[in-house]
């Protein structure tokens, strides 16, 4: 297949990302980025409950649009080139489906009803049914079925949702017929496949939803029952197989080739998990700690599976045989907050402009109309272009600002669990913080006790896999944070004591998608020769700075500390 394309489809949080590649060079032929109309807007989301849902119609009409921006870019005759497809997604990111696979948000009668739409992998609406789920896991007298996800399971994860969705809505649970992952539901709709043939992901399975092996699938139906029937009813939709990246899920129906401009018949890959498939695109191997960095972080590592009974890893995010690398096993950890927890601290900054110039949006009087607040002689247009400066630009001087605080002279110390922790130990009720405030306590200051807390939580991280016997021998870093903050990858670093390698991509998700298309179109023979050709170059490493190990040894103690306390009074709080 002499100069064949491959498609990867990444759909992250916020928008699908579109990237044809050349699948025997890596050259770049073409991309796309189209956003999710509704999320856009806010909708079907109170982040106050931490209730975060998106309509599947957001990710028809974003692959969509996406589709036809690369199109124009490609041609007809790049376009008639592309010889296979791979999506990766959000995850655990679940929806309720009738019995043909279809969202019940697709239906008239639930095309608002936020349960019947995606639920989106950091909704912590389920707090209360994983919190049962560990509690049974524990107690009922059979299998643990939590011991390869860490040993304890999460509410952002792919049962407790489903118990959540089938208990609170009645509707919903008089409805659903099966329960289907985005990943898994984007291949079965393009292929036209029916659900009782589709290919589930061995990735999501494994890390989100108690799948493995030595359990011959999903936790057993005894098991689900005990929390509620209808679960039981639900694991028999799902069978008992799943499958790697790298496996051919079905062929691109004519219906969908027409709709996407897309040849009929070309193979469409498994689906897999975002963070696990930029793993993959970032041509890691076994030892290397892969850290996945935006809004939150995913820290992945491979090895391999070695001979006799697999030894379980206590506190991560799952351990899952061919879940990032076929043939390799797969540790997933990560942490809840990381970009989240600056864009809240930008958000408090920049409260004021919103509550000021947000007077002057459509609709709302303007100076003119003898109104005594908001931005005088500023007509709507002009505080739009105000704020958005403002915003564009305050990540950027809070970083410039932040690197001349000295933190040997900073009484301040946070805690980065503003959105629960996530690894090691889940715990989504535990809060962040911040210590040591004073009067004299300056904005770019409070940033810097930010970042250093998140990079706190990635020592912990890095520290539980070591002693539980994962050994790591390098760092490679991606994503967003990753290449536009050298602040926060040096703070990191030196938190470590460790080099940090930054990947030179900014599609490393739909990079590492490609190259599953790569080989399920049989372009290379496995993903090992994929990353041997199409793997970005590493475009800068980040030293620690020796100088500053001790003091960072001193202020992780104090982390951990601050830890034990925030635990403790929680405890208190749920009593």
Avoid at 221 to 249: E, K, N
Avoid at 409 to 415: I, K, P, T
Avoid at 503 to 526: C, K, N, W, Y
Wanted: charged letters at 20%; a negative charge.
């Amino acid at each position: 297949m002499k100069d064949a394309l491959v498609l990867g489809i990444d759909f992250g949080t916020d928008t699908c990302r579109v990237v044809a590649l050349d699948a025997a060079t890596g050259r770049q032929a073409g991309e796309a980025v189209a956003p999710y109309p509704r999320w856009s807007k806010g909708l079907y989301c109170s982040p106050g409950d931490n209730v975060f849902r998106q309509h599947p119609l957001d990710y028809i009409e974003s692959l969509e649009e996406g589709m036809e921006v690369l199109s124009k870019a490609l041609g007809p005759s790049g376009m008639e080139g592309i010889a296979g497809l791979a999506i990766a997604t959000t995850g655990s990111t679940p929806c309720a489906t009738d019995g043909q696979g279809m969202p019940l948000s697709l239906s008239p009668e639930f095309s608002q009803d936020p349960d019947g739409m995606f639920v989106l992998w950091k909704d912590h609406s389920a707090i209360a049914e994983a919190q049962e789920i560990n509690r049974l896991a524990r107690s009922w007298g059979g299998e643990d079925f939590t011991k390869f996800e860490g040993g304890s399971y999460s509410p952002e994860w792919f049962w407790a949702k489903a118990l959540h969705l089938v208990r609170t809505n009645r509707r919903v649970g008089e409805e659903i017929r099966s329960i289907v992952e985005h990943c898994d539901w984007m291949p079965l709709l393009l292929t036209e496949t029916p659900l009782g043939q589709a290919k589930r992901s061995r990735c999501v399975a494994g890390h989100k939803a108690m799948w493995h092996e030595e359990f011959g699938g999903f936790p057993s139906g005894d098991f689900l029952a005990l929390l509620d029937p209808r679960l039981a009813r639900l694991r028999d939709s799902l069978g008992s197989a799943t499958y790697t990246a790298d496996q051919v899920f079905g062929s691109l129906s004519p219906a969908w080739a027409g709709r996407l401009g897309l040849k009929p018949g070309i193979p469409v890959a498994v689906g897999a998990l975002d963070a696990h498939v930029g793993a993959a695109g970032s041509g890691a191997g076994p030892g290397v700690l892969v850290k996945v960095m935006g809004t939150s972080t995913c820290d992945m590592i491979v090895a391999p599976r070695g001979a006799g009974k697999e030894k379980l890893v206590q506190g991560i995010c799952g351990q899952v045989d061919g879940s990032i690398l076929p043939g390799m096993l797969g540790y997933e950890a990560g942490q809840s907050a990381f970009g989240d927890a600056y864009a809240w601290f930008k958000g408090l900054l920049t409260w004021p402009l919103d509550k000021m110039l947000g007077k002057f949006g459509p609709g709302a009087p303007g100076p003119a109309s003898g109104s005594d607040s908001g931005a005088p002689g500023l007509d709507p247009q002009a505080a739009k272009a105000f704020r958005d400066a403002v915003e564009a630009s305050i990540m950027k001087t809070l970083g410039e600002e932040a690197e001349a605080v000295d933190p040997a002279r900073s009484s301040l110390l946070a805690l980065d669990w503003l959105n629960g922790r996530r690894t090691p130990d889940v715990d989504p009720s535990l809060k962040g913080a911040i210590v040591g405030l004073t009067l004299g306590s300056t904005a770019p200051a409070i940033f810097r006790a930010l970042v250093e807390a998140t990079a706190y939580g990635t020592r912990a991280i890095v520290e539980r896999f070591e002693a539980e016997g994962v050994g790591i021998r390098g760092i490679m870093a991606l994503g967003g944070v990753a290449r536009k903050s050298p602040l926060v990858m040096q703070i990191v670093a030196d938190v470590l004591g460790r080099p940090i390698d930054i990947v030179g991509s900014d599609q490393t998700v739909a990079l590492g998608a490609a190259m599953f298309a790569a080989v399920a179109a049989g372009i290379h023979p496995d993903l090992s020769h994929a990353q041997a050709a199409l793997a970005p170059p590493i475009e800068r490493r980040v030293l620690p700075d020796p100088a500053r190990k001790d003091l960072y040894d001193r202020l992780y103690a104090e982390y951990q500390a601050l830890g034990r306390y925030a635990e403790s009074l929680e405890e208190r709080r749920l009593r």
